[in-house]
């Protein structure tokens, strides 16, 4: 089970762009990021199998937001453009997923800390 630390959140106002990463301990087949807004269950945005680039995103985020991962496979990223007040909320990376839909929060074993994104109208 990989150990997983994201960064790249903060404050930005609308129409904004931020970039998350993630870094992995080791290897994973698998990575996604995940998000949760207040009284919200949690979300899946965008995952990708590290053995290929190819990724999944949830209607929400598509064509605004970009998940791709370093040469190395062990660091993700989510590059997030034109944020909205509704794209505020703790984002979180995952890992080790199970085989389900990767978009679905039962399908991954591991979860980062978060890190928080606030969007300002």
């Known amino acids: 089970q990989v150990h997983l630390v994201e960064s790249g959140g903060g404050a930005v106002q609308a129409g904004g762009s931020l970039r998350l990463s993630c870094a992995a301990s080791g290897y994973t087949d698998c990575m996604g990021w995940f998000r949760q807004a207040p009284g919200k269950e949690r979300e899946g945005i965008a995952a990708?199998?590290?053995?290929?680039?190819?990724?999944y995103y949830a209607d929400s985020v598509k064509g605004r937001f970009t998940i791709s991962q370093n040469a190395a496979r062990n660091t993700l990223f989510l590059q997030m453009n034109t944020l909205k007040a509704d794209d505020t909320a703790m984002y979180y990376c995952?890992?080790?997923?199970?085989?389900?839909?990767?978009?679905?929060?039962?399908?991954?074993?591991?979860w980062g800390q978060g890190t928080q994104v606030t969007v300002s109208s």
């Open positions: 990708l199998y590290t053995s290929s680039d190819s990724p």
């Open positions: 995952a890992a080790d997923c199970t085989g389900g839909h990767l978009l679905y929060e039962s399908s991954w074993r591991t």
